[in-house]
Each structure stands twice: as structure tokens, then as C-alpha cells.
């Protein structure tokens, strides 16, 4: 089985900077993703890592590090339209899991 | 682009009826799609997985009779919830997953649709 931990809430300040870690447990890594969601909508894909490294796009990057089962993904210059949950999600073998899901309240 | 289509996007249902949920990629062929259930302030849990022309494979604790999955062609996939009840009400969301790196649509990425809300009464 799988298990993705995330932190469940976090709050940020406008403009700020914020890292969600993700930790997991598998066999058969396949890649690790993050998602944003927004309320009442599907999730829309941000990033996608599957060797060990930082890969940034734009505001946002994400790093991973296999050998540890850890992910984080960084965004900066935070927006209130950044309030949302952001999902990390891990690939074994051909299916797609995903944490619980951190959800990020941005305040002015 | 890669878009994924998901009709309808919500419906409400009598308690004992049927629904099915369809879910197509628009631009590209799926070989592989996958339904997802999320109730409120929850995440994702991976419901089955289907690829073109054979029979899907579902996770524990799924129902295969109650939950049919149909992927009858590569850019059509269904999902029929038999005789719904309250507790099936959710947010059912599919994604799909191209062949390869064609036309801006990669292989490692699954492309969400954009849900459907369910409401059983």
C-alpha cells in the first residue's frame, strides 16, 4: 500500500512564502505530482517530479527527494487566489494516489 | 492541450435509481482512465482503473457490480452507479492518461476532468 502525508491547514500571509511537505511511503515510485484544487472543482496539475531536484515554474516549484520519500512544494509571492488545497499525489507502478491534501487559507 | 469532458456536471437521483457518468478525453486518445470519488474536505480515493477494451480493476473496498466502469473506445469511459443510494452522493471526478508525447499531451500526466457532483435523495 501507500501512505502520503501532508499537513492538513496551513495560513500564509499575502506576498510571503509557504512550503507544504509531503512524505510517502511505496513501492514502485513512479513520480510524485501536486495538484491545486479549488472548492467544488477538479484538480489542476502544478508540477511533476521524478528524479531527485528541485524543478521551478514560476511561483511555484517543487522539490524531491527520493532516498527520504519526501516532497515539498514551494510557492512564493503568495496571492489570495492561491487559497486553495493542494494535493501531492505519488505514482506506483500505473495508478495515481493522493494525500489528504493540505488545505492554504491566504490572508492580506 | 489535453482536455478531459465529464456530462453531466451534476445530478440528483432517487434513492434505488441508476446514473451513469461519462467521461471523454477531447484531443487525445486515453489508454488508461481512472474514477475518483471525494467527499466534502476529503481527498481523492482512487475509485477503479480502466484501460481501452478490457475490464477495469478496482480497489479494495470498491464494488464492482455497483460501481460498472465501462472504456469502451480511447476517448470514451463511463461509469454507471447502480441502485444509488444517500451514501453514494459525492463528487466523482475521472482522469485520463495519454499514449505518449504527442501534441502537448505526455504520458506521465493524468488529465482531470472536471467532475460530477451526485446528490442521491
Known amino acids: 500500500g501507500q501512505n502520503i502525508d501532508q499537513p492538513t491547514e496551513m495560513t500564509a500571509t499575502e506576498g510571503a512564502i509557504v512550503q507544504i511537505n509531503c512524505t510517502y511511503q511505496t513501492s514502485g515510485f513512479n513520480g510524485l505530482f501536486w495538484y491545486q484544487q479549488h472548492a467544488g472543482e477538479a484538480p489542476t496539475f502544478l508540477s511533476y517530479?521524478?528524479?531527485?531536484g528541485l524543478e521551478e515554474k514560476g511561483r511555484f516549484s517543487s522539490f524531491l527527494s527520493r532516498s527520504k520519500g519526501y516532497s515539498y512544494l514551494l510557492l512564493k509571492e503568495l496571492q489570495m487566489k492561491d487559497s486553495a488545497s493542494y494535493l501531492c499525489?505519488?505514482?506506483?507502478?500505473?495508478?495515481?494516489?493522493f494525500g489528504a491534501g493540505t488545505r492554504l487559507t491566504v490572508k492580506p | 492541450g489535453a482536455v478531459v469532458s465529464q456530462h453531466p456536471s451534476w445530478v440528483i437521483c432517487k434513492s434505488g435509481t441508476s446514473v451513469k457518468i461519462e467521461c471523454r478525453s477531447l484531443d487525445f486518445q486515453a489508454t488508461t482512465m481512472f474514477w475518483y470519488r471525494q467527499f466534502p474536505k476529503q481527498s481523492l480515493m482512487l475509485m477503479a482503473t480502466?484501460?481501452?477494451?478490457?475490464?477495469?480493476?478496482?480497489e479494495q473496498g470498491v464494488e464492482k457490480d455497483k460501481f460498472l466502469i465501462n472504456h469502451a473506445s480511447l476517448t470514451l469511459s463511463t461509469l454507471t452507479v447502480t441502485s444509488a443510494h444517500p451514501e453514494d452522493s459525492s463528487f466523482y471526478i475521472c482522469?485520463?492518461?495519454?499514449?505518449?508525447?504527442?501534441?502537448?499531451?505526455?504520458?506521465?500526466?493524468?488529465?482531470f476532468g472536471p467532475g460530477t457532483r451526485l446528490t442521491v435523495t
Open positions: 499525489a505519488v505514482r506506483a507502478r500505473r495508478d495515481m494516489r
Open positions: 480502466s484501460n481501452e477494451g478490457s475490464k477495469a480493476t478496482y
Open positions: 482522469s485520463a492518461r495519454g499514449a505518449g508525447t504527442s501534441g502537448g499531451v505526455s504520458s506521465y500526466e493524468q488529465y
Open positions: 517530479n521524478v528524479l531527485d
